[in-house]
């Protein structure tokens, strides 16, 4: 718990300065992220100072919504500047093992968004980034934000102090329906050199990373399936391949003997952003809904059988994982503020010169089970092993 | 516990000859209860003798559907039988008192559907009828089926073992929506003449014999208010005028020094049969809701804080009340056996030589809190005594 | 829809003689069918007149208790009798074909419990009986009860109607908790030779039977998984071998080119009968659970979307499969009537001279997807066209 | 809709200087509120400027935590400092009047936490103060945060359209759980001196303004009833008298016809911070709890019967009030950007020259309700006309 500085750091008493790059959808939360965590965790002082993007004059203006007090095109150049310590990539997959590698390189501690990269190959090249980075004080870390939703931290608690005894099965599901219209339009989401796959990538590596991060063991095996349900969606010439899936089903072996059934689809009408996860052991269980982040439900399967129920906790007690930051009881915090939590825990990983989870060598291994599924899906659904 | 046969009972071995006046709703519902109470659960036994109702060649019909051996019209006649012991009243308020009287003076067995009568003059001569014959052996119990929910009667069994603490506040609703479409046609149900209330008589009943029910005591003292939001209603000639409450509201007190609160419609668009309960103790809380029977949400205070959570016990073990008679766990019974629970109890209390819950008197006092509340909604809710 | 009798049937004016086999669980849901199934349906008139069981005097009681006329302790006799013109088969899975098929031979209509069989030999030479017996105006049925939840026969009736659009995806899970505890005993069950196979066949047979019910199309691939949990089980002189599945999971591909997925198992601790099922279209979506069969949940995908949302539709109306026979809205029936719903279908196909759903060839259908999840969960999961 | 800007506002081009007034519970949730604002919503630029609060030290470091450049101790300093433009006043109830008047006096627009203030007199002046300043373009309004939970801003705008047809029943709870410990200490809140009132002010002042906002109407008569549970609780000294409720109950009368109830209490075991509200119309019927802020229940009464049933909509489209400036669908909020856009539509309203809702004078209307509560109460339930 040493707390020596990286050897780039800021000068004694002067904030880290921040570079993001990427100002979309991940940007907009991850600004939000690094705007707010002063205001409710003790961290080391930050300071927003560059946000990064292509278009010069959106990310101007992306900058200012968002509290960076400066914008740039070039990331090169960033990450080359003495008054930046953390660059945060919410750029696309394709570009994340380049700027992670580099900003590595030039002695930035690093957070990525997941999944870690759109191959193998790179994530591996990362890991090695990563480690070599480790030894001089330097940090990185993969961005699972679900990690940092209260409930599954709790849930992730109560089943390392035993409460649902051996586990046996893991139900992880999520469910989306941005793609159930046919007619939505083509996008480089649904191309497979640009995105690497589609619901498998985006979705299922958050499903499989939590069925790791909640039982704390790892995938052994895996028998997958993937399908296109809409195969040509129009793009602005016509009707184009989309090229990735739509939908994929697996299930694991995980390395205790238990078995975990994973189903993830962007064709689901009806559920936005469903990711359920049910854990079943031999003394108890659990369910969570993404769309009621705030409740977990537990079942302890040790009290007498009349009074055996699924009880809903609300997940905003001073004592559950990051809430007595927060608000009262009963006071809902919003999906955003996994981010935060997110952005706190890197920093402290930071101030502590200590691996904040999850590593790249964890992302590194949700990408190999992912591999392992469409390599299954191509084989006719015949089992691999990890 | 002796066992004494009633002196007017059957021939020693032979079973007890049922007779049940009235064939709409509560009739077949009733006859339910006497066609399979033997099938599952341990009671003397009764044969479906006959089926009284006004029409003949309706009543005919309904008695040959329902399992009966035969049908009448003339329940005067049928009472005057020796092979009846038991007499069954499902016909309308207005006609209980008479029935029900004259049967407990020929020595039958009562059963009477709630609410005991429409005016307290009748419900308190009944009391009378019903002491006077419980002296010679003869049961009575009123018909309030709800005590017959095995998740009502696990809810009573958790408060009076303290797993609440200190009852402090009950809320009770009952909403219903036939009414809600204001061209619904004028009935005997909405006249004061026949129906004696609305909502209050109806339906408010069942939930002020809840809250007594399931605490164990008695209301003190009530403030009321009635309301008619539809005050006119197509009849055969025009519109006629509804003369009795739509929906009714009441706080009550209750001798322990809790407050339970009472909300009661019949134009509660969407809500079909909901009965809500919710209870509030120092040390835990209950609720329950109508459409969803089979279940008890329990929240146990005295856990620790981040563990607690209502919890939704499935209420189908063999251990929950009545429940061992049925299914495996998790197969739920439906509405209608709170009537077969009911007259098993009725049965158990007549071959024990016991007064049957809820009695005469109970539901005499259930009446005394309807017209407290008539009375407090006609002085500006101001508060009455009981 | 021509009325011909069958030519074994009773005399003019004279009720169907029905004999039930097994008195156990089904023995006794099936009874409670019988005896009431006349009280809410128009149905050719029948009579409960043998249960057939092993033990004498335990079926005697048996037949007491659910009100048959008789008993008796062989099946071979009771098939034999002229007044018997219903053999309703509750018997377990190894008996099923001998018992039908003689029964069908001997122009007795023929009503078996599901699964049809434990092996597809035998299945099919039951299917072969029952088609040689149909030409000869004789019926037979397999009791795949779930089928007469008013809710999925609701549900069934949306998605033929197309109100989901073109069904995608399919997510079946029947998930109990029975054998969570691992010092639950050994029985009959969890060996394959009297059991055929495990959660597999009892319910894993139930959740397949309803993706091809509901979407009214049959599966084409099957990739499959199986699991013990619970290796070895006390027996009478100490550990056996549980030689059965305690989980099974599968990916269906359906004729249709929708992908259902299932799991199933005994020992998802807390759910006691969980069949949940979620089916999701181009145009709409449904949700169910049979610990709340009284609910279907449905998406109008058509809807603006700011008003979308998945609805919980009570389904108690008279307008819903069934219940126009019941009670009024919002009165909930139980499991048990799932039975008396399928009885009803029975007789109305005997009366019809038409062959009730599902028939044998259904069940024959199912058991073909059965043996090939067993097979390909055999060969690594690798997927397996049927 | 002319953009006049206030007399007193900041130089053009310059920021609107804010200053707060307390820091604690709710000065933390209007400072997020300040903070990021600017970074969802197109609002005029504004600066944190002061946080005013009477412990130097502790009132310093909030400024620092929660982003304000400065913090002070006397509040009639910062009111007249000419760079500060608005004044936001998140001190208890007592001060509310004081500092606003000044506030207003001084030419500042004014946001006050609700309830307006502790009597009703101090109301009355509060509300001449706002109109004289209201003349001179200065702006005030009352923070009825619930208002912008946009699952009620949507359940106001379905009501405005006429989807529920008459409304005619309103169901609105408030139940909280921090007092349900009888050993939980004495604080101000506790006091009538100091608090003026305890559920009833707290708490059933947001369930009014929200029956008013919902329905766009007014109370006429109330009936209603207090209790206080615990009567004494542990001050530093020994037991000390609690003088206000702890849980408050009332029917109200609308100005149209409808009735709505209301219950409110601190003593509700397992409710940590429960608003319920129903709305039951002629056409349909709404349901929503705050405990799911993030969801509302709709049931459309003009879809045939059998497709009816409340509907989960899951308020994060982009159509949704406020939604559109956040995350995509499915991605949920938290609580606290009520007061998010709580600041936008002051914010709004400064720079539009127009009255932003709650008007001072709205905030007197529930003052009036909640004061003939009390006297309603004084006087056993008695109606009482506003």
Known sequence: MTAEPPHTGPKPGSPLGVAAIGYAFMGKAHSNAWRNVAAFF????????????????????????????????????????????????????????????????????????????????????????????????????VGFNYRRVPALAYARQLIADGRLGTVREIRASYLQDWLADDSAPMTWRLRKETAGSGALGDIASHAIDQVQYLTGTTVTEVSGRLH???????????????????????????ATGAVASIEVSRVATGRKNSLRIEVYGSAGALAFDLERLGELEFLDATAPAEEQGFRRIVVTEPGHPSMDAWWPQGHMIGWEHTFTHQVRDFLVGIRDGEQPAPSFEEGLQVQRVLAAIEESAAAKSTAIQL
Chains 1, 2, 3, 4 share one sequence.
């Not at 349900?229 to 899936?245: I, K, M, N």
């Not at 994929?248 to 072996?253: E, G, I, K, V």
Request: glycine letters at 6%; proline letters at 4%.
């Open 228 to 254: 296109t349900f809409v195969g040509r969606r129009p793009g602005p010439d016509g009707l184009e391949d989309v090229t990735v899936d739509d939908a994929a089903w697996a299930t694991l072996s995980l």
């Open 42 to 141: 003790d961290v080391p002082a930050v300071e927003q100072k560059v946000l990064v993007g292509r278009h010069a004059q959106e990310v101007a203006e992306a900058a200012t919504r968002y509290g960076w007090a400066e914008s740039a095109t070039d990331w090169r150049e960033v990450i080359a500047r003495d008054d930046i310590h953390i660059v945060d990539i919410c750029a696309p997959g394709w570009l994340h093992a380049e700027i992670a590698i580099a900003a590595l390189e030039a002695g930035k501690h690093v957070l990525v968004e997941k999944p870690l990269a759109n191959t193998l190959a790179e994530s591996e090249h990362m890991v090695e980034a990563a480690r070599a980075a480790r030894d001089r004080g330097i940090q990185s870390m």
